[in-house]
């Protein structure tokens, strides 16, 4: 069993920062990407960041230059350093891990999420 846990989340206004945290933990062999999300009330979810293993970032067009993912992979957490926050960035943040785990002495690789973690940006 794997879990993803997230952490960071609060409310802030315009112009600041905020620091999320995502831990996995369980029967974890390797965490290959690792993602953040954000769903905002009414709308889908969208792709806010995604880091692989060896580090290589891809970023959503409207938080490049303001946001940082980042991970460890010794401590199997991944991180997004968030500033110069607007109003529209307000949403539920949810990480993504792709896990390889053993099961039966079976190899496998399956996408876990967390229970995401509430980011309102006021004006």
């Known amino acids: 069993q794997v879990q993803l846990v997230e952490s960071g989340g609060g409310l802030v206004q315009a112009g600041g920062s905020l620091r999320l945290s995502c831990a996995a933990s369980?029967?974890?062999?390797?965490?290959?990407?690792m993602g953040w999300y954000r769903q905002a009330p009414g709308k889908q979810r969208e792709l806010v960041a995604t880091?692989?293993?060896?580090?290589?970032?891809n970023y959503a067009d409207s938080v490049k230059d303001r946001f940082t993912i980042a991970r460890d992979n010794k401590k199997n957490t991944g991180y997004l350093q968030m500033n110069s926050l607007k109003p529209e960035d307000t949403a539920v943040y949810y990480c993504n891990a792709k896990v390889a785990t053993i099961v039966s002495i079976i190899l496998r690789y399956d996408d876990y999420w967390g229970q995401g973690t509430q980011v309102t940006v006021s004006s």
């Open positions: 880091i692989t293993r060896g580090g290589r970032t």
């Open positions: 369980g029967n974890i062999l390797s965490i290959s990407d």
